[in-house]
C-alpha cells in the first residue's frame, strides 16, 4: 500500500552544490529534494543551518543539508544529480537578472511575508477568542453555583454579602481592550515578515548541468564500503562522534538506533592488532558492532551470500538479491567483503 505521506519526486537530474573545491563540501538547499532523497534514496546528510541570531545553537539545525562525499557521488554515479559550483552560478546568474525582474521577485517576497503575517495573526487571534469563551463559560458556571446556594434558607445574607465583596459594581467592572475580530485581520495593516528564501532558483534560472564537470572525489575504499552498504538497504550516516567512518542504520535514524560502526581498509592494508582490540571494544561498550570492509583483490564479483557478508533474513536476501542481479547487467562492482567484530570480555 502506498503511503499517503511519500514526497514527489523532484525533476531529474537535480543539482548539488559544491562550495568548495578544496575542501569537498556539497549543499543540498531544496526541501523537497531533500525529502525526497530521505524517503526513497535512503540518503541523511547532515542539517547545517543555524539561526543568525543564535549560531552557536546545534540542537534545532535546519537548511542547508550537506552530503558526505560519498552520497554525493553515489547520486551522481546514478544519474540522480550533478555537480555544479555554486559561487560561478550565482556570480554568472546574478549578471542576467534584470532590473524589473529583480523588483518583481522583490514584491513577491513582501506579499508571501504579509501573507505569513496575516496567517500568524489570525491564528493569535483564534486563541484568544477560544481563551475569553472559556473564561466566560467558568465565570457563569460559578454565577450558577452562588445562585443555586441564594435560595437555600438562610443564605439571603451570605448571598448579599458575597455579592457586594466579590462581584463588582457596574462602574468597577474592568473594561476588556477593543480587539479586532478574526474577520477584520484580512484587511488590517499587518506588517510584512522577512521571508528568506533557502534557493536561488528562481529568480535565478536552474543551474545547467556541465558534464566537464569533475565527480565528487572519494576514497576509492570508502566508497566502496558505503555503495555496498548502501545497496544491502542500510542507512548511512557520518560516524565522527563514535570514531568510525559510517554509522550503519537498519532504518530511518528516527527510528531506530545504529547497528554497526564501520570503517574502510585496504585489501592488503596491515591494520594493528591493537586498532581491532580497540574497535571491537569500542563498538561492544555502545552495543554495536565493529565493522570493517574492503574491496577483495583481483576478483570481480556481484554474487550475494557467502563469506564475509552480512548475516541477514532469507526474506531480505532475496531483496538483495535480486537488486545485485539486476546490477550484473549494467556493470560488475567490485566485490566488498566485511567482517564484524566484537569483544568478548572473560
Given at each position: 500500500?502506498?503511503s499517503s505521506?511519500?514526497?514527489?519526486?523532484?525533476?531529474?537530474?537535480?543539482?548539488i552544490?559544491?562550495?568548495?573545491?578544496?575542501?569537498?563540501?556539497y549543499?543540498?538547499?531544496?526541501?523537497?529534494?531533500?525529502?525526497?532523497l530521505?524517503?526513497?534514496?535512503?540518503?541523511?546528510?547532515?542539517?547545517?543551518?543555524?539561526?543568525p541570531?543564535?549560531?552557536?545553537?546545534?540542537?534545532?539545525?535546519?537548511?542547508?543539508?550537506e552530503?558526505?562525499?560519498?552520497e554525493?557521488?553515489l547520486?551522481?554515479d546514478?544519474?540522480?544529480?550533478?555537480?555544479?559550483?555554486?559561487?560561478?552560478?550565482?556570480?554568472?546568474?546574478?549578471?542576467?537578472?534584470?532590473?524589473?525582474?529583480?523588483?518583481?521577485f522583490?514584491?513577491?517576497?513582501?506579499?508571501?511575508?504579509?501573507?505569513?503575517?496575516?496567517?500568524?495573526e489570525?491564528?493569535?487571534?483564534?486563541?484568544?477568542?477560544?481563551?475569553?469563551?472559556k473564561?466566560?463559560?467558568?465565570?457563569?458556571?460559578?454565577?450558577?453555583?452562588t445562585t443555586?446556594?441564594?435560595?437555600?434558607?438562610?443564605?439571603e445574607?451570605?448571598a448579599e454579602?458575597?455579592?457586594?465583596?466579590?462581584?463588582?459594581?457596574?462602574?468597577?467592572?474592568?473594561?476588556l481592550?477593543?480587539?479586532?475580530?478574526?474577520?477584520?485581520?484580512?484587511g488590517?495593516?499587518?506588517?510584512?515578515w522577512?521571508?528568506?528564501?533557502?534557493?536561488?532558483y528562481?529568480?535565478l534560472?536552474?543551474?545547467?548541468?556541465?558534464?566537464?564537470t569533475?565527480?565528487?572525489?572519494?576514497?576509492?575504499?570508502?566508497?566502496?564500503?558505503f555503495?555496498?552498504?548502501?545497496?544491502?538497504?542500510?542507512?548511512?550516516?557520518?560516524?565522527l562522534?563514535?570514531?568510525?567512518?559510517?554509522?550503519?542504520?537498519?532504518?530511518?535514524?528516527?527510528?531506530?538506533?545504529?547497528?554497526?560502526?564501520?570503517?574502510s581498509a585496504?585489501?592488503?592494508?596491515?591494520?594493528?592488532?591493537?586498532d581491532?582490540v580497540?574497535?571491537g571494544r569500542?563498538?561492544?561498550g555502545?552495543?554495536?558492532?565493529w565493522?570493517?570492509?574492503?574491496?577483495?583483490k583481483n576478483?570481480?564479483?556481484?554474487e550475494y551470500g557467502?563469506d564475509?557478508?552480512?548475516?541477514?533474513?532469507?526474506?531480505?536476501?532475496?531483496v538483495?538479491?535480486?537488486?545485485?542481479?539486476?546490477?550484473?547487467?549494467?556493470?560488475?562492482?567490485?566485490?566488498?567483503?566485511?567482517?564484524?567484530?566484537?569483544?568478548?570480555?572473560?
Amino acid at each position: 500500500m502506498p503511503s499517503s505521506l511519500a514526497s514527489p519526486t523532484p525533476n531529474l537530474p537535480f543539482p548539488i552544490f559544491r562550495i568548495s573545491s578544496a575542501l569537498e563540501r556539497y549543499m543540498l538547499y531544496d526541501v523537497d529534494v531533500i525529502t525526497w532523497l530521505r524517503k526513497s534514496r535512503r540518503i541523511l546528510g547532515v542539517l547545517i543551518g543555524t539561526l543568525p541570531q543564535i549560531p552557536q545553537q546545534n540542537v534545532f539545525l535546519g537548511l542547508p543539508l550537506e552530503l558526505q562525499p560519498e552520497e554525493a557521488r553515489l547520486l551522481v554515479d546514478e544519474g540522480s544529480a550533478y555537480i555544479v559550483d555554486d559561487l560561478e552560478i550565482h556570480r554568472n546568474g546574478l549578471c542576467l537578472i534584470n532590473p524589473a525582474q529583480r523588483d518583481a521577485f522583490r514584491q513577491k517576497l513582501i506579499k508571501e511575508g504579509k501573507e505569513a503575517a496575516r496567517a500568524a495573526e489570525r491564528k493569535k487571534q483564534e486563541r484568544t477568542e477560544n481563551a475569553l469563551k472559556k473564561l466566560h463559560q467558568k465565570e457563569g458556571a460559578i454565577a450558577e453555583g452562588t445562585t443555586s446556594a441564594s435560595t437555600l434558607p438562610g443564605s439571603e445574607i451570605r448571598a448579599e454579602e458575597d455579592e457586594s465583596l466579590f462581584i463588582p459594581s457596574p462602574a468597577q467592572e474592568p473594561k476588556l481592550s477593543s480587539r479586532p475580530s478574526v474577520s477584520s485581520v484580512h484587511g488590517s495593516d499587518v506588517g510584512a515578515w522577512s521571508i528568506t528564501t533557502t534557493r536561488s532558483y528562481p529568480p535565478l534560472p536552474p543551474p545547467p548541468n556541465n558534464p566537464k564537470t569533475a565527480p565528487p572525489e572519494v576514497n576509492p575504499s570508502s566508497y566502496a564500503i558505503f555503495k555496498h552498504l548502501h545497496n544491502l538497504l542500510y542507512f548511512i550516516s557520518p560516524g565522527l562522534r563514535f570514531g568510525c567512518q559510517f554509522l550503519i542504520y537498519p532504518g530511518d535514524p528516527l527510528r531506530f538506533h545504529s547497528h554497526f560502526l564501520a570503517i574502510s581498509a585496504d585489501w592488503n592494508e596491515e591494520i594493528n592488532l591493537v586498532d581491532l582490540v580497540g574497535g571491537g571494544r569500542l563498538g561492544t561498550g555502545v552495543k554495536k558492532g565493529w565493522l570493517i570492509g574492503g574491496v577483495e583483490k583481483n576478483l570481480k564479483s556481484i554474487e550475494y551470500g557467502g563469506d564475509g557478508d552480512l548475516n541477514m533474513s532469507s526474506s531480505k536476501m532475496e531483496v538483495i538479491g535480486s537488486e545485485r542481479l539486476r546490477d550484473k547487467d549494467s556493470q560488475a562492482d567490485p566485490r566488498v567483503r566485511t567482517f564484524c567484530i566484537e569483544w568478548g570480555g572473560m
